[in-house]
């Protein structure tokens, strides 16, 4: 498809101006002039509407098929949070207006929403209390970092290290390490768990804090969190939880209970609301009680007289950290979608996301290897370990998929399980998509074995073949020069 | 699987060919291959100070970022600019025209705690059963 660049007609437009009925300004000085031309299109409105429509006809996207992407939660977001977010009280709202005098008063619906999230947050994972304003999970654990960082240097202690497991997100380390922390991961052990004996060796009091993923990126849950939490505790570190996968867990267990003092939630993975790499998205920290203080500012407070109002005075705080609020946008969804499901809602999202993950596993672990062969949280990992021996990697299961209409699971990821295969189906799918996915994938096992040159030349029903990915990352060319 | 005899081996997959006083570094076969293609990495510079099994450099392909560990302690002498320039060395010759950098060695007996060729092959056969 050509680029609208590259559709460019001289003199070509898709608007004319109105004459001016008033004196024309003086033009700018010559030094506040730009010296070359924009290099903008000239095109009609006609070129630019087709342009675009057949653009979005090549997107894929989880409103058009099955999105099983592990780890990234590529859940269905239902439509009745767009109606409600587009209510003229929530949309129209000027965000400077609750800062004015007398403005918090025209602004308390909004800031309910606010309130009520965080509270009903604080409810569902067991936490103290919630800041709404990180942008996404990866702005939402730097946030949890310095509060773990502003607690300890409050209490006078220097810490300098962050425990990872090696199976964690790669944002864990990467949060820990812009917060300014030196990382040491630990490994895995032969059941699925970071290594206890690893642990001990390397918790010492200069730890600052021990983030764990729970369920973890292999879709298993720790049955030695209480044992680390209480060891961590124990040298003076405190527990980050990070929520990506909570939707395995809702109203089963709670972070709080389980001894984290800081977590961050993914709002889109949980709560149905846009993926946080596509934007806008949420990413809530929570923290318990010995925290709350270093919370960002503003926070949203509950008068005596039952009106709600933006506190700044909090002067343990670690500031601002985001524009206002955070997406106001995202965490009404977030917050609609919570009150529609209600607790028993909830519960089963969480239910049926497990199920869906296991009915997957089960059925596929006769043709591709598990990665640990033991029942999964909401995702399960395959590795293609049986494929290769015939020439049939990941990457080409992966292909071959695309052309039967369906966005890969994850790949290579988790980087401990040697050709990964991630898939999460999430509770937004039937079992008749999970039953025509799972034949896809049973074909592949079969070709692998009968014919495999017939995967590893895939995709040939796509727009563009296999794309050269290692010209593109050595000499990457992301700009249209004429 | 290229395995050289005279080499020492990390079971993160690093080598290190000790020449007198100092030593030649580099990842192995086995991780280059199951790296894939590699397009960036990023070494020490000459004059770091390392230490054993310490991070000390990042090697991306089009699957993973992943860090290296240093097989010795020790002062970095010198830094092999190809692969920076043309990372497909490592894929093509990671033993000889991909190597990563020469340093000088704080204490040859740190070998003690690496694999010769023999114990690294049995290694990483049991890895990929």
């Given at each position: 498809m050509k680029l609208i660049f590259e559709r460019h007609k001289s003199g070509r437009r898709g608007f004319s101006y109105a004459l001016p009925d008033v004196p024309q300004a003086k033009p700018l000085a010559k030094q506040y002039c730009r010296k070359n031309d924009t290099l903008l299109p000239s095109l009609s409105e006609l070129d630019v509407v087709r342009h675009y429509t057949n653009l979005s006809r090549l997107n894929f996207s989880v409103d058009t098929n099955f999105y099983p992407l592990g780890s990234c939660t590529m859940k269905y977001n239902p439509k009745f949070t767009e109606r409600i977010v587009a209510f003229e009280g929530f949309a129209q709202v000027h965000p400077l207006l609750p800062q004015l005098s007398g403005g918090g008063m025209l602004a308390q619906g909004s800031l309910e929403v606010l309130y009520e999230t965080e509270k009903l947050l604080a409810e569902i994972t067991g936490m103290n209390a919630f800041t709404m304003q990180p942008l996404a999970g990866a702005h939402g654990e730097l946030t949890g970092i310095m509060l773990i960082a502003a607690y300890h240097k409050d209490n006078g202690a220097r810490r300098k290290y962050v425990i990872v497991p090696d199976s964690s997100h790669g944002t864990n380390p990467a949060s820990a390490a812009i917060a300014g922390y030196k990382v040491i991961v630990i490994p895995t052990d032969k059941d699925g768990y970071m290594d206890l004996e690893e642990y001990k060796k390397k918790l010492n009091n200069e730890v600052a804090a021990v983030m764990l993923t729970c369920p973890d990126t292999l879709g298993i849950f720790n049955p030695n969190i209480k044992r680390i939490a209480d060891m961590a505790h124990e040298a003076g570190a405190l527990m980050y939880y990070?929520?990506?996968?909570l939707n395995a867990l809702l109203g089963k267990a709670r972070p709080g209970d389980l001894g984290f003092d800081v977590m961050h939630i993914n709002l889109h993975k949980t709560?149905?609301?846009?993926h946080g790499g596509g934007g806008p998205g949420g990413g809530p920290v929570g923290v318990s009680e010995k925290l709350v203080d270093f919370l960002p500012i503003p926070r949203v407070v509950k008068r005596v007289d039952g009106t709600l109002a933006l506190d700044y005075h909090r002067h343990k705080s670690i500031g601002?950290?985001?524009?206002?609020?955070?997406n106001f946008g995202v965490i009404l969804k977030a917050y609609a979608y919570m009150l529609y499901l209600g607790k028993a809602g909830l519960i089963q999202a969480a239910e049926i996301a497990v199920l869906n993950a296991n009915y997957c596993l089960a059925s596929l672990k006769e043709y591709f290897a598990p990665a640990f062969d033991k029942k999964c949280m909401h995702e399960c990992v395959f590795s293609a370990s049986r494929q290769v021996k015939n020439g049939v990697h990941a990457l080409d299961i992966a292909k071959y998929l695309i052309d039967k209409g369906y966005h890969p699971?994850?790949?290579?990821?988790?980087?401990?399980?040697?050709?990964a295969l991630m898939i999460e189906p999430t509770e937004t799918e039937s079992k008749e998509t999970l039953d025509e996915f799972i034949a896809v994938m049973i074909e592949i096992a079969r070709l692998a074995e009968e014919n495999p040159s017939c995967v590893t030349q895939a995709p040939i029903h796509t727009p563009v073949k296999r794309l050269d990915e290692t010209k593109a990352a050595r000499e990457p060319n992301l700009r249209w020069q004429p | 699987m290229n395995i050289p005899q005279n080499l020492f081996y990390t079971k993160d997959h690093e080598w290190a060919r000790i020449e007198g006083k100092t030593a030649y570094v580099g990842i192995t076969d086995y991780a280059q291959e199951s790296l894939g293609d590699i397009t960036f990495v990023q070494l020490p510079k000459a004059g770091d100070t390392l230490r054993q099994s310490e991070f000390c450099a990042t090697v991306e392909s089009v699957k993973a970022a992943s860090d290296v560990y240093s097989p010795f302690s020790g002062k970095v002498l010198s830094v092999n600019q190809e692969p920076c320039e043309h990372p497909e060395l490592i894929n093509e010759s990671p033993y000889e025209k991909g190597y990563f950098f020469i340093m000088e060695l704080s204490s040859e007996a740190e070998k003690a705690k690496l694999m010769d060729a023999q114990s690294y092959r049995s290694y990483v056969e049991g890895l990929s059963k």
């Open positions: 990070d929520g990506a996968n709560f149905a609301t846009p601002y950290v985001a524009p206002f609020y955070g699971p994850t790949i290579y990821f988790p980087l401990i399980v040697k050709e | -």
